[in-house]
């Protein structure tokens, strides 16, 4: 440790010392919230399903048996009091109705977990010059944050002010509603990385460049342009929205578990891709061309694309039946 302070900049331990001055000067204006006095919210989940579980067993027991019209006074008491346990705090409530927004969010996520990797290896064979200069595939990515930096202002300034007219809404556009644009942006995402894998493909198969997985395309990589600035896009409407939906909707005393649910949607979605792509090559690799190859040209992306096209509009439909459907929090989020 000694060794570490003694190599750092002389500002450095300065500058900690007094960012830990602020903490301790800070600890003592801090208000703390009281523990609950009835034990934590998932115990009390597990607590009423259990209560569920007796109560429906006791009675299912009961009504099986012969003399069940001679049940004991007291053991009808007994089911009624088992009966009203079951009744889910009102915490437990507010969370489960998030879940059926966060699953049809799912495919999404499935989504947006391409972009790190089959848009990037599908640019990686296209031509990348501009001049002199080679666009390394990676880079494309940062297509994507540029988009977003550009679209906010523009949809802070110029989107939410022409929706606030129309809407009387003083957000523009509803949380549900905005998310709900970004998962249709992601429909025409995959529509558009279809596209556009099938005109690589042909390319490749038009030059004989088929069994050469080394080889450039000679197609542009501003083709794939398009899907890179769409993704950030979707994202500036569906992330952001998801985040302050979450956070918004829980109750008060649970908001870093709100954005703990936002955060496990993404995490699932890149598990459920990487299964898609595990069982699909499993699936094609039997016989004829594989979904997915280490040479691109044999591969066809184009068909998960389109797969994924596909799972997005039912996830969009799930979507829209489910936010009909929400009963907000706060008048401020409503899916009218």
Same mark, same amino acid.
């Given at each position: 440790?000694?060794?570490?302070?003694? &190599?750092?900049? /002389?500002?450095?331990?300065?500058?900690?010392?007094?960012?830990?001055?602020?903490?301790?000067?800070?600890?003592?204006?801090? /208000?703390?919230?009281?523990? +609950?006095?009835?034990?934590?919210?998932?115990?009390?989940? !597990? $607590?009423?399903?259990l209560s569920l579980v007796r109560t429906w067993h006791a009675s299912w027991s009961s009504g099986s048996s012969d003399d069940s019209?001679?049940?004991?006074?007291?053991?009808?008491?007994? *089911?009624?009091?088992?009966?009203?346990?079951?009744?889910?705090?009102?915490?437990?409530?507010?969370?489960?109705?998030?879940?059926?927004?966060?699953?049809?969010?799912?495919?999404?996520?499935?989504?947006?977990?391409?972009?790190?990797?089959?848009?990037?290896?599908?640019?990686?064979?296209?031509?990348?010059?501009?001049?002199?200069?080679?666009?390394?595939?990676?880079?494309?990515?940062?297509?994507?944050?540029?988009?977003?930096?550009? @679209?906010?202002?523009?949809?802070?300034?110029?989107?939410?002010?022409?929706?606030?007219?129309?809407? $009387? &809404?003083?957000?523009?556009?509803?949380?549900?509603?905005?998310?709900?644009?970004?998962?249709?942006?992601?429909?025409?995402?995959? !529509?558009?990385?279809?596209?556009?894998? %099938?005109? /690589?493909?042909? !390319?490749?198969?038009?030059?004989?460049?088929?069994?050469?997985?080394?080889?450039?395309?000679?197609?542009?990589?501003?083709?794939?342009?398009?899907?890179?600035?769409?993704?950030?896009?979707?994202? %500036?409407?569906?992330?952001?929205?998801?985040?302050?939906?979450?956070?918004?909707?829980?109750?008060?005393?649970?908001?870093?578990?709100?954005?703990?649910?936002? *955060?496990?949607?993404?995490?699932?979605?890149?598990?459920?891709?990487?299964?898609?792509?595990?069982?699909?090559? /499993?699936?094609? @690799?039997?016989?004829?061309? +594989?979904?997915?190859?280490? &040479?691109?040209? +044999?591969?066809?992306?184009?068909?998960?694309?389109?797969?994924?096209?596909? *799972?997005?509009?039912?996830?969009?439909?799930?979507?829209?039946?489910?936010?009909?459907?929400?009963?907000?929090?706060?008048?401020?989020?409503?899916?009218?």
């Amino acid at each position: 440790m000694r060794t570490i302070l003694k &190599n750092l900049p /002389r500002e450095v331990p300065s500058s900690i010392g007094g960012i830990l001055g602020l903490f301790w000067l800070g600890t003592r204006t801090y /208000r703390f919230y009281p523990v +609950r006095s009835d034990g934590s919210l998932i115990g009390q989940v !597990v $607590k009423h399903i259990l209560s569920l579980v007796r109560t429906w067993h006791a009675s299912w027991s009961s009504g099986s048996s012969d003399d069940s019209h001679c049940m004991p006074t007291s053991s009808s008491s007994r *089911l009624k009091d088992n009966a009203e346990m079951t009744c889910f705090p009102d915490e437990a409530k507010s969370l489960l109705k998030l879940f059926p927004i966060g699953a049809t969010c799912l495919i999404y996520a499935v989504v947006f977990a391409q972009w790190m990797t089959l848009f990037t290896k599908q640019a990686s064979t296209l031509d990348r010059w501009i001049g002199s200069l080679q666009v390394p595939a990676a880079a494309l990515q940062s297509l994507i944050s540029v988009s977003i930096v550009i @679209s906010i202002p523009i949809y802070d300034r110029i989107l939410v002010p022409l929706a606030r007219k129309y809407s $009387k &809404n003083p957000c523009g556009i509803t949380t549900l509603q905005r998310i709900g644009t970004g998962l249709a942006m992601s429909v025409i995402l995959m !529509v558009v990385a279809a596209i556009v894998e %099938m005109r /690589r493909l042909r !390319v490749a198969r038009e030059h004989g460049l088929v069994d050469n997985p080394e080889a450039t395309i000679p197609m542009s990589f501003w083709w794939v342009v398009p899907q890179f600035v769409l993704t950030g896009l979707a994202d %500036m409407f569906t992330m952001v929205g998801l985040q302050e939906f979450f956070y918004d909707q829980v109750p008060d005393s649970l908001r870093s578990l709100g954005l703990a649910l936002y *955060l496990s949607i993404f995490g699932i979605g890149s598990f459920i891709s990487g299964f898609l792509v595990y069982a699909i090559d /499993r699936v094609t @690799s039997d016989g004829g061309d +594989r979904w997915f190859s280490n &040479n691109l040209n +044999r591969g066809h992306l184009d068909y998960f694309y389109w797969l994924l096209a596909a *799972l997005s509009v039912v996830g969009l439909a799930a979507y829209l039946h489910f936010s009909q459907v929400y009963v907000p929090k706060k008048k401020g989020i409503s899916a009218e």
